[in-house]
Nanobody, 123 residues
């Protein structure tokens, strides 16, 4: 079992930045691939970015490439999503997820989810 707790969401103006955090606990997370997803009102949950604990290989959805950066810090079992140049269409609940295994350069569907954190971008 893996527990995930997100934080860092909030209200920001278009063009601004936010950094989301996801603290992982439970099983040995180093054998997992971590991911961020988001879900806007009335839309399906969509992949944003993923990263392998081993090697830190990152992969992004085209919609966020060049604006968002996913990273991880072993020392505190935390995955971050740095979001720059935010747009109104980035408004959504952002979820952290963990998938058992190491998956390079691809979107992964998590086995475990956090509770989500709201990001609202005002135009």
């Amino acid at each position: 079992q893996v527990q995930l707790v997100e934080s860092g969401g909030g209200l920001v103006q278009a063009g601004g930045s936010l950094r989301l955090s996801c603290v992982a606990s439970g099983r040995t997370v180093s054998s997992y691939t971590m991911a961020w997803f988001r879900q806007a009102p009335g839309k399906e949950r969509e992949f944003v970015a993923s990263i392998t604990w081993r090697g830190g290989n990152a992969y992004y959805a085209d919609s966020v490439k060049g604006r968002f950066t996913i990273s991880r810090v072993y020392a505190n079992n935390t995955v971050y999503l740095q979001m720059n140049s935010l747009k109104s269409e980035d408004t959504a609940i952002y979820y952290c997820g963990a998938r058992s295994g190491t998956y390079y350069s691809r979107a992964v569907y998590p086995d475990y989810w956090g509770q989500g954190t709201q990001v609202t971008v005002s135009s």
